[in-house]
């Protein structure tokens, strides 16, 4: 199986009245055929911007893809005119996405039925009948009660979990072959949060999809993920297989992820859970150093004086870092 998505130092930039915000600068990663990947890091870190780049969803303006490239199928994606008819063919068809808030995702004033057949008919080109078949068949595979019932109604008739349900049901519609899911489980319960990701990981292995996981908790992408990418200030500071960064993070930021969520099975009392201090930085007036330093428990006399490194390879399995310090003997 080779890369079925590489996106190479993409770089989105925001112009505001304040100044030039760098939401996204210089990211990297790649997607391989049938994976489920994690993109993890606090809000504000360009984990959704990130996603949007890739679609050409960024709004413009302000927001403007000043460089980079997102290679899928042989072809660079942002080549293509982001309103013309290339761009628009790959757009649920080919990569879909779950958005963050189906409340303001979905519109509240076409029924279920017509949200769904509308994608069906532009790109498989179904008739009428067909597709709302399909509408219901999807409904029934995402765990929606009675879809024959259900396939008329309005968003607002359905519950957040049967709604986050219905934008699954509308992201496989056309059997993609990336999933993009932003937060898919923010405006849920836990046990709703279970049921969601283990829907979706179960309908990636049934179409032979790939999955990409956007989320702020690591603990949402621990059982999921193959590999992680871990952002920080509009950067990927560390990446690697989800097992060696669980068992062995290399950058304070993400140790600092690990130690404030609790883990199942430890016993009450056993460990306390440790807050990240202090607040991301403003992307508008970025320090030369690492962004991370005003907050780093482990910074060295380097990191003050270096510009922001490079990822480098930090060990065996392709685990990369973005970080001066020689952190696996001291986290």
């Known amino acids: 199986m080779g890369n079925l998505l590489k996106v190479q130092d993409l770089k989105t930039y925001f112009k505001t009245d304040r100044g030039l915000v760098k ?22 870190c360009g984990k959704s911007v990130t996603m949007l780049s890739v679609m050409q969803l960024v ?35 080919k990569i879909a996405m779950i958005f963050q808030e189906p409340m303001t995702s979905l519109n509240p004033v076409l029924t279920i039925c017509r949200q769904i ?9 179904m008739s009428g009948y067909a597709a709302r078949e399909r509408a219901i068949e999807l409904l029934r595979l995402v765990g929606v009660p009675e879809p024959e019932k259900r396939i008329d109604d309005y968003p607002h008739q359905f519950s957040g979990g049967m709604r986050q349900r219905v934008m699954i049901a509308m992201a496989l519609s056309c059997n993609p072959k990336i999933l993009i899911a932003d ?34 908790n690591l603990g949402v992408v621990a059982r999921y ?20 960064l669980f068992k062995n993070p290399r950058h304070p930021y993400t140790s600092g992820l690990l130690k404030s969520v609790p883990r199942l099975g430890e016993k009450h009392g056993t460990r306390k859970l440790v807050p990240i201090e202090g607040l991301p930085p ?26 922001w490194p ?16 020689e952190l696996q003997e001291k986290l």
């Open 23 to 44: 939401a996204v600068d210089g990211v990297s990663f790649y997607l391989d055929e049938e994976e489920i990947i994690g993109v993890v890091g606090e809000s504000g």
């Open 59 to 93: 709004q413009s303006p302000p927001g403007k893809i000043m460089g980079g490239k997102v290679i899928f199928e042989g072809q660079d994606l942002l080549q293509f005119n982001p309103k013309g008819a290339e761009m628009r063919s790959i757009r649920g068809a």
């Open 117 to 125: 057949t509308e994608s069906l008919e532009l790109h498989l080109g």
């Open 183 to 216: 937060e898919p489980t923010t405006a849920v319960d836990v046990t709703t949060q279970a049921q969601l990701l283990e829907l979706m990981k179960d309908m990636v292995t049934r179409f032979r999809s790939s999955l990409i996981i956007v989320t702020h």
């Open 225 to 244: 993920a193959q590999r992680i990418y871990v952002m920080y200030a509009g950067r990927v500071i560390e990446s690697g297989a989800a097992k060696d």
């Open 282 to 307: 403003n992307l508008i007036n970025m320090p030369a150093t690492c962004a991370f330093l005003p907050r780093c428990a482990y910074k060295i006399k380097k990191c003050q004086e270096e510009p």
């Open 310 to 325: 490079e990822l480098r390879l930090a060990g065996d399995n392709h685990h990369f870092v973005s970080c001066y310090a």
